[in-house]
């Protein structure tokens, strides 16, 4: 988003700052979403198979969003600077990652829906009705904008002057007051779309503490913004997107897909869920460790820190 929108008279810099930022560490994202779909399709088949028939068309396009974002990324960095094939390459990337986060968000939206329809194991709700509901179509933006409003937060500390901070500052205050009546939205529209949801979220003990949590840590963040504490910034929006996914896990169990599948019915055998819990542990001890001393090696470097071992390679 915000490679997309990079203007004013240090467009090049905020550019460069953001493929600095994600550069080293790009290939780290296909690590979860490789280790969350062997879950999903080994511990779980029957909910696997489920939405990937249901929502075949934008987990397909979001497949295609991966792909064309990592490989216009690299293409651009390796590209000319400053010519027409560069900002080609641009356009692309930023459309890419803007559309694959949107895709994303709208398929949360039809998992939490009740548009999912199940005959025993077959999907018979169709390949469009689900994700292209309002509801669905609500959720998606709301996941666009926390993504924007994360990677703003995040950037303001990423970044090595005081005018760059300034300017990423700006955008991660203006999209967190957007979040609110974009979260109202779609807590509106999950009555009609998502009663579960609307359930859990307006009807329930936990419901309270769950919103006052939100809240609590999205004016946190925004005042620390206001303070330009942005190292702690970053925690206190971590925790607000943490709080939302959170509401909308506890909101839907014990369902995987609602009215469909619960947890326990859509559960492979106990043999294999052990199976699952041992490749975890032993490949935690492998991946952690290595993520760690990826982040430590490769990381930008703070503002002020001097030149040394851990700056980012071009």
């Keep these: 988003v915000w490679d997309l929108l990079a203007m004013g008279p240090r467009k090049a810099e905020q550019r460069a700052l953001i493929a600095r930022a994600i550069g080293p560490v790009w290939e780290v994202n296909h690590v979860w979403l490789i280790v969350g779909l062997v879950l999903l399709f080994s511990g779980f088949p029957r909910a696997?198979?489920?939405?990937s028939v249901a929502l075949h068309v934008p987990l397909t396009l979001l497949v295609l969003g991966i792909v064309f974002r990592g490989t216009?990324?690299?293409f651009r960095a390796y590209d000319t600077r400053g010519d027409a094939v560069e900002r080609?390459?641009?356009?692309?990337?930023?459309?890419?990652?803007v559309v694959a986060p949107l895709l994303l968000g709208m398929c949360v939206g039809a998992v939490a829906s009740d548009a999912i329809r199940m005959q025993g194991h077959a999907v018979v709700s169709g390949f469009f009705a689900s994700w292209t509901s309002p509801f669905a179509l609500s959720v998606g933006v709301l996941t666009l904008g926390l993504f924007a409003f994360l990677a703003a937060v995040y950037l303001t500390?990423?970044?090595p002057t005081p005018e760059l901070a300034e300017d990423f500052r700006r955008r991660a205050l203006v999209t967190g007051g957007l979040l609110f009546p974009l979260a109202f939205a779609v807590l509106l529209l999950s009555r009609e779309g998502a009663p579960r949801v609307w359930t859990g979220l307006s009807q329930t003990s936990y419901a309270l503490a769950l919103h006052v949590g939100t809240a609590v840590a999205a004016v946190t963040a925004f005042a620390l913004l206001w303070k330009r504490r942005f190292r702690a910034a970053r925690v206190a929006a971590a925790t607000q997107a943490g709080l939302i996914v959170l509401g909308w896990?506890?909101?839907q169990a014990p369902y995987l897909v609602y009215p469909?599948?619960?947890?326990?019915?859509?559960?492979?055998?106990?043999t294999v869920q052990k199976l699952l819990l041992v490749a975890l542990a032993v490949g935690a001890?492998?991946?952690?460790?290595?993520?760690?001393?990826?982040?430590?090696?490769?990381?930008?470097?703070?503002?002020g820190a001097p030149p040394g071992v851990s700056s980012t390679p071009t």
């Design 48 to 51: 696997f198979a489920a939405l």
């Design 72 to 74: 216009a990324f690299t």
């Design 88 to 97: 080609r390459w641009g356009v692309l990337f930023s459309g890419a990652s």
């Design 157 to 159: 500390h990423e970044a």
């Design 249 to 251: 896990a506890v909101s």
């Design 260 to 270: 469909g599948l619960t947890l326990r019915s859509a559960a492979a055998s106990p």
């Design 285 to 303: 001890v492998t991946v952690v460790p290595s993520l760690v001393l990826l982040f430590r090696v490769f990381r930008p470097q703070p503002p």
